[in-house]
């Protein structure tokens, strides 16, 4: 079998390309290359379909981290609890606005924060919490957000993972993913459950002041034109790539749709297998599958890795370092954390392709062969 991908960008583009290249087009056509109508529009469409009254666009999702921290005034010194197992770019922000990351231990069968870990790392320095809604999964938000209010901190949702995904609390409510905290953030980096064909990224609050400041820290400080009040950046989505989420933005819950059966179809042919803990689907959690990312035991992993791609499949760890053993951070303290799932997690985990476009025969091919491997090495 050929053309095995992890994500296949191009099949999902000929399937909308007349569309796309429309919408592309008549941003040439007007060449208002900045701040065009369709960064309003999108960013309109998109406050309408996460049900949260502020859409901040911005030009990436790190990006997003970082004016989400910067508008909420956080300063140096100040802690901000977030898990180690992560995709880096949430804790680099951290530590590029000189914050200091208390890294949180994750729950085993979700990947995220383990909400029973956070308070213990809580101390009078500490500010906000950053969950991080890992592999399309939402994080366990509704103590989260009972510990933020109890402790008077900011939560900042890291949603780059799982937009179109929600969470519903206790009493049935239903939120989408990054409306619930202080702050949520997302990327569209190509490859993210919305993408767009470069970069871009939002910030999304519930909260009118806040969105002000939002947008004046993305836009240099400035609310009025040459008039900079506080410290910004200059970080802007494209109008091509609004025009080109204005497109995708339609088709993200069948996308999510079409990831869920990926997610399907790999659970029902990995069951009860001995070496594999498939994905946990947390019941509060409508999970959108960036990721399909499997525990697996008693295989070496490199070795069914290479196996794998001799036979036309790629599969990847994500993640393989965590923050807490990265260079950057190592003058940061851990002793008071027990992060020993999280150095578990990065030896045993693999991900294997999910993706919008994939077909029943790739789906066949990937998971048998994946079995055979494991059962022989
Ligand atoms: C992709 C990602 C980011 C950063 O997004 P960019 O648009 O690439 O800057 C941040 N956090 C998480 C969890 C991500 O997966």
């Known amino acids: 079998m050929t053309n095995l991908q992890m994500v296949d960008l191009k099949t999902q583009y000929q399937n909308i390309k007349n569309e796309i290249d429309a ?3 008549s941003v040439l056509d007007s060449t208002a290359f900045i701040n065009g109508p369709q960064v309003k529009e999108f960013t309109a469409n998109l406050e309408t379909y996460l049900g949260v009254k502020h859409i901040i666009p911005c030009a990436n999702g790190t990006d997003a ?19 180690s197992y992560t995709y880096f770019a949430t804790v680099e922000v951290v530590g590029l606005l000189q914050l200091v990351p ?12 383990d909400v029973n870990e956070i308070e213990k790392l809580i101390t009078p320095k500490t500010k906000a919490i950053v969950p991080v809604h890992l592999f399309g999964q939402s994080a366990d938000m509704e103590p989260i957000l009972a510990i933020a209010q109890k402790h008077n901190l900011f939560v900042i949702e ?23 905290g202080t702050i949520g953030t997302t990327s569209f980096f190509p490859s993210k459950n919305l993408g767009c064909y470069g970069d871009g990224g939002a910030i999304f609050t519930n909260d009118s002041e806040l969105a002000t400041r939002l947008k004046m820290v993305a836009n240099h400080g ?24 204005n497109v995708k933005l339609k088709y993200l819950d069948a996308y999510c749709d079409a990831r869920r059966k990926v997610a399907d179809y790999y659970d029902a042919k990995f069951a009860n297998h001995p070496k594999i803990k498939t994905p946990y689907r947390a019941p509060y959690s409508h999970h959108v599958y ?20 001799e036979l036309g499949i790629p599969s990847m760890i994500y993640y393989p370092i965590p ?12 002793s008071k954390t027990n992060l020993d799932l999280t150095n578990w997690l990065v030896e045993n985990v693999i991900s294997l392709p999910i993706h919008t476009e994939m077909t029943d025969e790739q789906l066949e091919y990937i998971s048998s062969n994946f079995l055979t491997l494991l059962n022989t090495l």
């Not at 923050?323 to 851990?334: G, L, S, T």
């Open 290 to 309: 960036h990721q399909y990312t499997m525990q697996v035991n008693g295989v070496d992993r490199n070795l069914l890795m290479k196996k794998l791609l």
């Open 158 to 180: 890291d949603n780059a993972q799982a937009i179109g995904g929600s969470y519903t609390f206790s009493d049935g409510t239903k939120v989408a993913n990054g409306c619930m």
């Open 65 to 83: 981290l970082q004016i989400a921290m910067m508008a909420l005034d956080l300063k140096p010194g100040d802690e901000i609890i977030t898990p």
């Open 323 to 334: 923050a807490h053993k990265q260079k950057m951070f190592e003058q940061v303290d851990i």
């Open 222 to 245: 400035q609310r009025e034109k040459y008039i900079h009040e506080i410290i910004g950046c200059n970080s802007r989505l494209d109008t091509l790539q609004a025009a080109i989420l």
């Open 102 to 113: 208390v890294f949180c231990e994750v729950n085993k069968d979700t990947f995220t924060i």
């Open 23 to 25: 919408s592309i087009q």
